[in-house]
C-alpha cells in the first residue's frame, strides 16, 4: 500500500487534472451552443440549394455550365480530409484520418500506386498524420479555424474548382465529421467534385421558371455559389462536431477523475487508520515493556 505522503500527492494531482478537465468542458459547450445554431440554420438552406442545383442540372448542357458535373477518367483524385487543429476529443481525429486512409488505400489502390492520389488537410492533427505516414499532402489550411466564416473559405473553394476545371484533379472527395448531437458525430465520405446527381432528381424536367437577367448568367452564378456553400457547411459540420467530441470526452474525463479521487481518498482513509493502529500498538507495547 502507499504512504500516506505519496496518496495525499496522487489525490492533489488529480484534483488539479479534474479542474482543468472540467474547465475544457464549459468552454466546448459554450462554443458548441454557438456553432449549433450555425449549422442548424445553414443545413436547410445548403440543402434546397442543392436539391435545385440538381434539378437544373439534368436540364443544362456543357455550354451551358454543366462543366462542374462533367465526369472524367479517375486518373488525379484529391482527397479533402477535414479535422481540428487540437487534440482532447476522443475518437473525432482518428476516425475521419483512418476513413480517408482507407479510402486512399482500398477505393483508389491503382491510383495511389501511380501516386496520383493528393491530400489537402484541413486541420492540423490530420495533416501531421498524413505528413508523417508520407502522403502526398499538397497544401493545408489550419488557419481556417481561427477565424472560420464564409468570407475565410470561400477563395479555396474557388481555387479547388479551379483545378476541377483545368483538369488538374478528375474527382475530389470531402472526407469530414457530421454533426449529429453532442455525442454522435457520424464519419462522411462525400463527392464534392463532379456534382452528384441526386438520383429523386434524376431524369425530372426543369420546372417553368423565368429567368432574369438569362439562363446562362444565373447558372453561371448560382453553380459556384452552392458549390462554396456546400464546402462552407462540411467545414462548420466538422467544427461543431469536433466541440461536441470535446465536451463528451471532457465530461466523461472529469467524471472518471472524480471517481478516481474517491477511490484514493479511500485508499488514504485505509493507510491513515493502519497507521494509527500501528502507533498505538507500538505505544501499548512500549508501556508493557516498562511495566516489566
Do not use: W
Not at 106 to 117: G, H, L, M, P, R
Amino acid at each position: 500500500m502507499a504512504n500516506l505522503k505519496d496518496l495525499r500527492t496522487r489525490i492533489n494531482s488529480v484534483k488539479s487534472t479534474r479542474q482543468i478537465t472540467s474547465a475544457m468542458k464549459m468552454v466546448a459547450a459554450a462554443k458548441l451552443r454557438k456553432a449549433q445554431n450555425r449549422i442548424i440554420q445553414l443545413r436547410p438552406y445548403a440543402n434546397k440549394l442543392h436539391k435545385l442545383i440538381s434539378i437544373l442540372y439534368n436540364n443544362l448542357t456543357e455550354e451551358e455550365g454543366n462543366n462542374y458535373s462533367t465526369v472524367r477518367d479517375e486518373e488525379k483524385i484529391l482527397i479533402i480530409l477535414i479535422t481540428s487543429n487540437r487534440g482532447l476529443c476522443g475518437s473525432f481525429n482518428s476516425v475521419a484520418i483512418k476513413n480517408a486512409i482507407n479510402l486512399a488505400d482500398n477505393i483508389y489502390k491503382s491510383q495511389i500506386n501511380k501516386e496520383n492520389v493528393h491530400f489537402l488537410a484541413i486541420g492540423k492533427k490530420g495533416a501531421d498524420y498524413l505528413k508523417r505516414k508520407k502522403y502526398n499532402v499538397v497544401d493545408t489550411k489550419n488557419e481556417l479555424f481561427d477565424s472560420l466564416s464564409f468570407q475565410t473559405v470561400a477563395p479555396l473553394v474557388e481555387n479547388i474548382m479551379k483545378q476541377f476545371i483545368n483538369k488538374e484533379y478528375d474527382k475530389i472527395e470531402l472526407v469530414y465529421n457530421q454533426f449529429k448531437n453532442a455525442a454522435v458525430q457520424n464519419i462522411t465520405t462525400e463527392q464534392f467534385l463532379p456534382v452528384v446527381i441526386n438520383e429523386e432528381e434524376e431524369g425530372k424536367q426543369l420546372p417553368l421558371y423565368i429567368f432574369e437577367p438569362d439562363k446562362e448568367r444565373i447558372i453561371k452564378e448560382l453553380i459556384p455559389k452552392s458549390l462554396k456553400i456546400q464546402f462552407y457547411k462540411a467545414i462548420v459540420d466538422s467544427f461543431v462536431s469536433e466541440n461536441g467530441a470535446r465536451m463528451t470526452a471532457m465530461h466523461k474525463a472529469t467524471d472518471n477523475a472524480t471517481e478516481l479521487i474517491r477511490d484514493l481518498n479511500l485508499e488514504y482513509n485505509k493507510a491513515r487508520q493502519n497507521a494509527i493502529t500501528k502507533e498505538l500498538l507500538d505505544i501499548v507495547g512500549g508501556a508493557e515493556a516498562l511495566k516489566k
